[in-house]
């Protein structure tokens, strides 16, 4: 993957710090950072700074108006910026949940400032948005990047199969990774949100397994999911209770893999 240079910092990071890879030293990973505020570089590695011009980092008017008013769409970024959270190891987070092969599938990684677990937002399109952080100690617990659109997209591979299978979030997507012929799907919350069933129309697959937290609001959110989904495809309902949980993401590794393939057998599937 190419180097995230300091002006790929500015052209496509957020925030006041942003990292990048010092150019003055052979920098593997993202070692120093630029402020955008004071428009200043320092590299902590090798001790370099210096400053950067104003105009690489203050935007064009018309291109910020854009944004403001809402009409320039979110941001994407390279893939080589996630190079920025994963560079040196997955997630030891996610890995240690799911294993360090699952991790790195889904590029997720530590955030270079606060050490907390991260993993990428992607569009439909698959393009990167930005990395979501899990903060176990604040509240909410996930913080999304500004002015993101999670309702307009699912965690996961969303590429047409015959089944998919929608869960409320990344970890539940994570542990039920496997090479099955079914999707799983992240909603990014309790149940389908309706720009997200436009995402559905066109993947077409005959059956929609609802497999949502087995509490209240995950059986709520599968009677609004069916109501939002209409007559578009088959839909069952799986409760992980059945084998000893409330949701994929709190079982013992494989257990998750193992309940579904049982249920979606006996159902035909």
């Given at each position: 993957?190419s ?8 052209e ?13 030293h ?14 200043v ?7 370099a700074?210096g ?5 690489d ?19 994407t ?21 799911y294993?360090?092969d ?5 590029r ?10 991260t ?28 002015g993101?659109r999670?309702s ?7 590429s ?9 979030g ?11 012929d ?36 995950g059986?709520s ?17 799986y ?5 000893g ?18 249920f ?6």
């Amino acid at each position: 993957m190419s180097a995230y240079s300091i002006h790929e910092a500015i052209e496509f990071g957020r925030g006041t710090e942003r990292p990048f890879k010092c150019h003055v030293h052979d920098d593997s990973n993202a070692s120093a950072s630029v402020n955008v505020d004071l428009r200043v570089w320092v590299c902590y590695a090798c001790g370099a700074a210096g400053t950067v011009d104003k105009a690489d980092v203050v935007p064009d008017l018309d291109d910020l108006v854009r944004i403001l008013s809402g009409e320039e769409p979110p941001r994407t970024y390279p893939e080589a910026w996630l190079e920025i959270f994963d560079a040196s190891e997955p997630s030891p987070y996610w890995s240690r949940r799911y294993g360090e092969d699952v991790a790195a599938y889904y590029r997720c990684g530590t955030h270079p400032f606060n050490g907390m677990p991260t993993y990428p937002l992607r569009d439909d399109a698959g393009r990167v948005n930005g990395v979501v952080v899990r903060d176990d100690a604040g509240t909410p617990k996930y913080r999304y990047p500004y002015g993101s659109r999670t309702s307009a997209t699912f965690f996961g591979d969303i590429s047409p199969r015959p089944v998919v299978v929608l869960v409320e979030g990344a970890g539940d997507v994570m542990a039920l990774h496997g090479g099955h012929d079914w999707a799983v799907l992240g909603c990014y919350g309790a149940g389908v949100h309706a720009p997200q069933v436009l995402i559905l129309e066109r993947l077409n697959p005959s059956v929609i397994v609802f497999a949502f937290d087995d509490d209240d609001a995950g059986r709520s959110a599968m009677l609004r999911s069916e109501t939002l989904l209409g007559g578009l495809t088959q839909t069952l309902s799986y409760r992980w209770a059945t084998i000893g949980g409330k949701d994929p993401g709190e079982l013992p590794r494989g257990r998750a893999v193992q309940g579904l393939t049982e249920f979606l057998a006996a159902n035909g599937h």
